[in-house]
Every structure is written in structure tokens, then in C-alpha cells.
């Protein structure tokens, strides 16, 4: 046999959209329209806000109807709020438009006051508001909004929801019409005759006769039947019939009639419709039940239509009244209303006939409380409080187990901190596991204890199986911080199925936020430890980590590194604990294994490649983890990454970065991991990241430092063997010196200037290696030397003119009284004027030469064959003189953008100034800043390349 294809999505979204339309076809009751809309908008769509309002016409608001609120909000009211519409108004514009409306950040938006602060304290962005409209008539919207920015919506999706809408404004508009559009008959009359008959009537069984009578008379059914429920059984049976009078007295056929009990686990979702104080109401081609429930429904009790409506005393559940009918009939809203009429007037007058018993209760639950707080507060020993008072309310609730329970965010479960049960039963030794997210919510949000009657009701289904092992079949559960997170407990179990009434959960509310006083001062005194504990452990941590960065200084030696992982992991309490560490340039990333337990396997001499390696990603991408760790499931991580780390107790795994600050490169990543199940408390995190943050410092301490010596020792290593070779050139130079002055002077007077010219010039550059020696081995010696700016600048043109010529180079120098410009034979020829010569600098020539020297060999070798060099000069003040140079080349941004003097440079990073030319630029940089000057380079908005130097000026 062919098994079934599973439905698409594009299909499960046309089947779940028919579902949705018939939903609102077959359904009067507006607020069933609405919730249907609201569940299909949460099952359909990923939003944080869902909200529906109609629109009143008459006085211009809107009424909240419900919808979703945010996680972390807790005011339900807020979903039910009138809000008047003024001009301007965004609300204001879609109903009166008729047309969708989208908000890319609803926190910004001015014309929507109250949501926008709304918005503003839940995080909410992209809002659409779309109207609920038929034909030309507005009757409410529906509010969506996002975490997320902007507002676009699917086509398909769009397209789905307005189909939605439109089925629900066609549904209120019937309804609307048929309110409108009053009944013939008219109920005024008969309840007030049945009332004021009730009046007359002394004990119950004669007024649930009269409002059966006048019932059935009133809706003229086939039957008529008022059922009891009985909460200890859980069953509803037959009170009063007028079944018995249409047969004579005789039970009519026995397939036919009604039954005289009603368990609840036959009809479970009957009997819920009616906790909640709705109405059932089932006829032809409309049912408020779910079909399959329905079909149930009318099997059991032989009918084919029939509305039923609860009584209900202070919330909890009497019974209900019903009438049948024999054939398919469309009940009408008279009908309706009449059936909930009769039933609220017995409602009224039942709670009558138990008055004494009522009374007695009530003092019952008064004179409990009054005891349980006074043994709470009482100066004897707690366990003696908590045994007295769990006896007085198992006595009083007729219950099995009396369970006080904390939760453990460690461990992720809920712990028993305190029980009591019944002498035949042995106390729990199990733990609870983690809520649900929804029973989570149930419990911060219930006003009242939660109570499940039965092993069917699917809340707290987590807790299920271990309680029903130790034979709870029904429990009450109570917050004993009420509109807090459920952190501690209180469960009162019972062995058999039981309905709790509202006295009963109000009585376990209040218990539980007595006992939930002391359980916050355990609570508190708990965490105190912690924190104490956790602090020690860091403190003890960060000396043990300092010793160990004192003690570690040898390249390649990791003891420091290892140190730290076992602190580390000891804050986290982890079991496994290593560092993937890397130099940056590297390819690959070493494991330093820190904690390894028996069930953690990792293999330590597996080379990492760094940028394909899913940890070292995860830690280095993922924004806002400079100084947080991240959390990271096993079962995420790819394959590659299990080839080396395949221990089966790793269920997740905790991730930092080293990275001392952001703008520094990462030199590892510090990986901690546990089982899936646990948790780590703030505080221990907090504790692990600052320690982590150490580490990452001290480790980059070290690296540098190691960088550091290893650099100094190749450039003392450098420095020691061009000084030794530059004596051996002098000494030859000195010798070649010698010998051309043994061989005499030249005969020709031509030959004897020439001769003495380059003597001289030997003689010279020979001084100039000497006093080189001499003083600047170790430690360069800034000369105050003075010259003018022309022969700066011509001297500094003559030493570049081959490569001038090389690359036909144009040259113009500006700002000195004229402008001159090379012919094509000569180029780099300037011809000054004797005034210019008062732009006298002061400094080291020598080393200004080779700054100018360096700055136009670079601007020669990046402009383009034919182009242009200009010197610009100007006198900014008395005391500095501007010398800029600008060319036409190209230059790689991002080296513009290291030379900038003021940009952050990390010594690990890869950068341009690590090799020429960027690495020549910045010792220029740094040679003028040292003499008193200024070196810069940016780029024009013309694309010139500028080096501006500003030199210091010799006072007249």
C-alpha cells in the first residue's frame, strides 16, 4: 500500500487557510471569530503584537478585542483597550481609508502615541495595520508588529490574510445585522414571570422545575434536561427532564433517550466549553465544538441539534441546562439568550439552598489561612511549620501530597525543597524537569492556582509520566510569586480525577504566597552563597593567573594558557575545557587542552584550519561577543568539527573570542562545554568572561612582548652587521683616499681642479660615514642645521632626476615667487629668485633629504607616464613652512587610510605598513615627528595624492 505523501507548504497553507474561512463561515459568536483570527495570524505568521479592534461608528473608537502580546509584557488589559481616534491619528487614517497601512519602525512613529511608547518599551518595529472592512464600511483592524524592521509582506502572504479578513468583516457584518434586525419573540416577558414565580417557590427542586417548564415552553425542543455535576466523580447527571412528561410518565425508547449521566471524559471538550462559561450551541450546519466532538456529542445524548448553557456560582461550575430537538434547526439569538437567561437565574438561586454549608466553608477556609500564617511567622523551626501546616490543608482539600518546589537554573529543572503526604504514601525522590514555554507563561500570568482534573489535559504534559507513576491522577499547581517567573512552587496532588473548585485554587494561591515568602528568603540567602562562592573562586582565579603570566615567558611555552582554562572551567563547574590558539597570519589553530573529563574526547594534535574551522567562526563573527560568551548545541556544529571533539556527554558548548578589544586581532578561542540539559547561573558566566577578558590580555601581553624581543634581536643582529660593514667601507675609502694623493698632483690645470673637486667630494662623503659611526650607531642624533628652501628642493630634484626622465615626469614648484615648469629635454631645472631666499629651514638637512627623497621616489613610481609632480610652499607662520607634493598616481586606500596618524594600529594585524612602501612612509612619518615636524597624506577630491610636510622655520 502507497503511504500518503505529506502535504507541501505551499498545500498545508491552502489546507489551513480552508480551515480558517469555514471556521468563520459556520461561526456567530464574535468573540470565536476573533480568536479564530488570532490563532491563524500566530499559527501563519512569525509576529510579536497581534492585536484586533473593531470599530465603533457612533462614537468614532475602536475596542480591543484581544490578540498576542509581547514575551516579556504582563498587561493583558492592554489588548482590550478603548482608544478614541483623533484626526491625524495612524488608526484614524486606516479606518478611514480602508487600506493597509505599513510602519518600518513603530517605536519612531509620532501619529501613534500610545503604541509608540508601547513599542518603544517592547522592542517592536515593522507594523502593519490592516482593515477588517465590507463593501465601503470599516468594521475594526488588525495590528501586526515585528522585532524586526520594516514592513513588507509576502505576496501569497498578504494575499491569504486579506482573503482572511475579508471572511471575518462579512461574518461581523451578519452578526451586526442580525442584532439589528430584532426577533419577533421577545424575552422580557417570560424571564420576568419566571422570576418573579422563583420568588414564590421554597426549595430548589421546584424552581428547576419552573425554569425547566417555562424553558421549554419559551424554545418549544424536543427535550429539555437540567444536569448536576458532581466534582469528585466528574460526571454530570440528570436533575430535572420533561422527557418523562411527553411519554406519559414512561421513559421513552431506550436508543432514544437521554442519558441520565454524562461522564467527562466522554465529552471532554464539551465539558470544558462550559468551565469557561460558553455556550455549546449545535445545529444545522453550525456546531461551536470541533466537528469530531460534535458528532460524539450528539451520539451520546440521541440528538441532532441542541444548545446548552452553563450555570455557573463564583466561577465554578454547577451544571448546565439543555435543550434538544429531534431534527436539524437553526437556533436563533432569542433562543440563545433566553437558554443563558434560564440559566443564570439558576444560577442565582441554587448557591440559596446551601447557604448554611457555603457559610460554614467559607469560615473553614478563613480560620485555615489564619492558622497557616500564624505558624509561618512563628519563631519555631521551619520543617515543624511546614509538617503542621501541609497536615491542616491535605485535610482540608481532601489531597494526597503537599510539595513545595524550586527551580535550579544550574541544572535547568525544579528541585524539592520541601514535602509532605498522606501516612500510606512515600515522599518523591525524583526531580521536575523544565517547564514548557507555555505552561511557563500560564503560571506567571494565572491570578490563581492551576488546577488539572484528569491525566487528558495536555498542561504541564513534561510532569506527566513521573507523577503518574507515583499514582497522581489530579493536581493543583500555584505561583507562589504571583506575576513573577514561576521560580518556586506549590503542588497539591490527589490519586483519583478531580474538578477544583475556584475556593479551592483561591485557598492554595494564598497558601502558596505565604509559603512563597519564606522560599524567596531561602532564595535569596542561596544566592548570597553563590555570589560569595563564585567571587572567592575569582579572586583566587585572577592571583593564580598572575602567577602564572609572571612565570611564563618562554616563546611556545603554554602555561599560562592552561592555568587559566582550569580556572575557567572551575568558575563554569564545566568538565571539559581547551583553547583553539592561533598567531594571526597563521593557518592553522592549536588545541591546548585545559579540563578533559572520561566522557569529553578531543584529539590534541589535530591542526584546525582557522577559517574553516565552525568554532573559531561562530566566536569571531557573531556580533556582541567581544566580552560575552556564546552558547552553541552540539548537534549544530558541523561534521568536520566532530572529527576532533566526539565526546558523547557534549550536548553544548560555551565560546569566546581573545580578543582584548574589538579593534584588536583575535589570538584564540576559549571553548567550555557541558551536557545539554545544563544551565549557567548570570553570575558564574559574569565571573568566566572577566576572567576570560584577563586571559585575553595577558596573553596578548605575552605575544607582543615575544614579538617585541624577537624583532629587536633581528634588528640589533641587522644594525650590528651594516655598522660593521660600513666601517669596512670607510676604512676602504680612507685607503683609496691615501692613494690618490700618493700618485701627486695632475699635470694640467684642468686636471688639477677636477683632481681636487673629487678629493674633495671623497674627502667629504668620507667625514660623512665617519661622523655616522661615530654617532649615530645605537641612537640617531638630530643635527639644527640651516638651509633655504630652494636649494632643499633642487638638491632634492637632481638625486630623482634619472627616474624624473625615466617616467617623463612634468615638475612644478609653486609658492616661491614663480612658477617653473620643465621643458621636455630638461625637466626638474628650477631658476629661483634671490628674494625667496629668506625661506631659511632649520633641522637635520641630511635627513629631510632623504624624507623628501623618499616622498618623491613614491610619487614617481605610483603616477602614470606623461603626468605631473607639483611642489606647493607656503608660510603658514613666523616659525613652520608647508611644503606640500602632489601627483596624479593611484595609491591603495586602504594604506592612506593606516598612514593616518591618528587610526588604531594593532601589531598582529596584517597591514600595508608592515613592507614598502607603506612601511618607508611611516618611518618618514615617525623620522619627522621626532624632528619637530609633521609628515600627512590624503587624497583630493580630484583624486591628487598629497604629502604635506610642515617643517619648522629659522627665526630672522
Known sequence: ??????????????????????????????????????????????????????????????????????????????????????????????????????????????????????????????????????????????????????????????ARLMMVLGELAAALHQYEMNWQQKQNKRLEVPLLELLQNLQTLSNLEQRLEAVLRTTHDFVAPSYTHIYWFEREGRYFWRRATNQYNQNNG????????????????????????????????????????????????????????????????????????????????????????????????????????????????????????????????????????????????????????????????????????????????????????????????????????????????????????????????????????????????????????????????????????????ITRQWQLHHRNKQQEKIMQNLQDCLRIIEQAEAADSEPGDNHLEMISLRQIASVLNCPLGFMLSWIPGEKYAEIIPGVVADNFTIKNDALIPVKAEALIQLALTTPDTHQKMLLVKANDLPEDTRKWMYGKGIGQLLLMALRATPEHEATGVIVMADTLQRRWSEQSLKAAEALICQLSWSRRQKLVTQRLLAEQKKLQQLNWYKHRRYEENQRHLASLITQIKNL???????????YQQILRQVENTNLGIAGLLRDEQWTLDIANDRIVIPSLLKRSLEQVDNLLKQHKLWVGIHGLGQNVTDDANSRGDTNTQSSQYSLIIIGDIAKIEIVLNELLVSACERSVSGGRIDFWCRRLDERSLELSITDNGTINPQLLAELYQDSPKDIFRLSHLNKPPGLHLLICQNLMQQMGGELHFYQLPDSRIVSRLLVPLAAK
Open 744 to 754: 701627486g698632483i695632475p699635470t694640467t690645470e684642468f686636471s688639477q681642479v677636477r
Open 250 to 517: 414512561l421513559p421513552g425508547r431506550k436508543d432514544k433517550s437521554s442519558p441520565t449521566s454524562i461522564t467527562v471524559e466522554e465529552l471532554s471538550d464539551f465539558y470544558y466549553a462550559l468551565a469557561v462559561n460558553e455556550m455549546v450551541s449545535i445545529g444545522e450546519g453550525r456546531t461551536s465544538l470541533k466537528s469530531h466532538f460534535t458528532v460524539q456529542l450528539m451520539r451520546r445524548l440521541h440528538v441532532r441539534s441542541l444548545l446548552a448553557a452553563p450555570i455557573i456560582w463564583q466561577r465554578n461550575l454547577l451544571g448546565f441546562i439543555a435543550v434538544e430537538a429531534s431534527e436539524a434547526r437553526i437556533w436563533k439569538e432569542t433562543d440563545k439568550n433566553f437558554v443563558q437567561g434560564a440559566a443564570g437565574l439558576i444560577s442565582l438561586t441554587s448557591p440559596v439552598a446551601d447557604m448554611e454549608a457555603t457559610i460554614k466553608s467559607i469560615r473553614d477556609e478563613a480560620e485555615l489561612t489564619s492558622q497557616v500564617a500564624r505558624g509561618i511567622y512563628s519563631e519555631h523551626d521551619f520543617e515543624e511549620i511546614f509538617s503542621n501546616c501541609a497536615g491542616k490543608i491535605l485535610a482540608y482539600l481532601g489531597a494526597t501530597r503537599f510539595i513545595l518546589i524550586v527551580y535550579n537554573p544550574d541544572q535547568n529543572r525544579y528541585e524539592i525543597l520541601h514535602q509532605a503526604q498522606a501516612h500510606k504514601y512515600r515522599p518523591l525522590k525524583f526531580h521536575f524537569d523544565e517547564l514548557r514555554q507555555v505552561d511557563w507563561q500560564l503560571l506567571q500570568r494565572s491570578e490563581e492556582a492551576i488546577g488539572v482534573e484528569n491525566a487528558e489535559d495536555l498542561r504541564f504534559f513534561n510532569w506527566r509520566s513521573p507523577l503518574l507513576e507515583v499514582g497522581v491522577r489530579s493536581f493543583m499547581i500555584a505561583n507562589c510569586v504571583a506575576g513573577k517567573s514561576p521560580e518556586s512552587l506549590l503542588l497539591i496532588t490527589h490519586e483519583n480525577n478531580r474538578a477544583w473548585t475556584v475556593q479551592e485554587k483561591e485557598l492554595v494561591q494564598l497558601v502558596s504566597q505565604q509559603f512563597g515568602v
Open 1 to 158: 500500500m502507497v503511504q500518503p505523501q505529506r502535504p507541501i507548504a505551499a498545500e498545508q497553507h491552502i489546507i489551513s487557510l480552508g480551515r480558517v474561512l469555514q471556521s468563520l463561515r459556520e461561526e456567530d459568536n464574535v468573540d470565536v471569530l476573533i480568536e479564530t483570527i488570532i490563532s491563524f495570524v500566530k499559527e501563519q505568521f512569525d509576529y510579536n503584537l497581534v492585536w484586533v479592534a473593531l470599530y465603533d461608528r457612533l462614537n468614532h473608537i475602536l475596542i480591543g478585542k484581544g490578540g498576542l502580546l509581547p514575551e516579556n509584557s504582563n498587561n493583558p488589559h492592554f489588548l482590550t483597550q478603548r482608544l478614541v481616534l483623533s484626526p491625524g491619528d495612524l488608526l484614524e487614517q486606516v479606518v478611514i481609508e480602508q487600506r493597509p497601512l505599513g510602519v518600518a519602525d513603530l517605536r519612531a512613529e509620532k501619529r501613534a502615541e500610545g503604541w509608540q511608547e508601547f513599542a518603544k518599551r517592547h522592542n517592536l518595529q515593522g507594523t502593519i495595520i490592516l482593515p477588517i472592512r465590507y463593501k465601503d464600511k470599516c468594521l475594526g483592524l488588525l495590528m501586526l508588529a515585528s522585532s524586526r524592521w520594516g514592513y513588507l509582506l509576502p505576496t501569497d502572504a498578504k
